[in-house]
């Protein structure tokens, strides 16, 4: 895949860029560093794959994990938004769902919410991707791709 686009459009807002992720295991941090100069604008990642990890490293509060779930919009948008603080970046992407193999809370397989908080508010897309647990992830990596640079090519 080929993010340069973000590069340029980070280096050019001069803004930064983090992400906190769960059920994509830290692929996005991966596909960003694989852009040449990433450094420039990515400050880093955090897996909070378990649950306690998104209520006590990012700091998503155990109301909205217990009224919503870890798979909710509600979620997505807490994690990005305190994200941004804890990586101290201008933007933060998040990512949680469930890639499967079965339900969870009940909530279907393939059911994603990608957030993003872009200094002011929060943006959350929720998509229902079908497809094996790795083309999920994966998928939501490109979607995700475009969904921040639709964000920022805005501001």
Known sequence: MENSNLKKL???AGKTLGSIESFTGGLFASEITSISGASSF?????VTYATEEKVKVVGVSQE?????????????????????????????ISFTGNAGPTAMEGKPVGLVYIGVFDGEKCHVLEKNII?????????????????????????
């Open 42 to 46: 990515f400050k880093g990642s955090v």
């Open 64 to 92: 909205v994990v217990d009224k919503f779930g870890v798979v909710s919009k509600e979620c997505a948008e807490e994690m990005a938004t305190k994200g941004s603080k804890v990586l101290d970046v201008d933007y933060c």
């Open 131 to 155: 497809g094996t647990r790795n083309f999920v992830r994966n998928e939501a990596i490109l979607i995700a791709c475009d969904f921040l640079e639709s964000i920022i090519s805005k501001k």
């Open 10 to 12: 980070f280096d050019e």
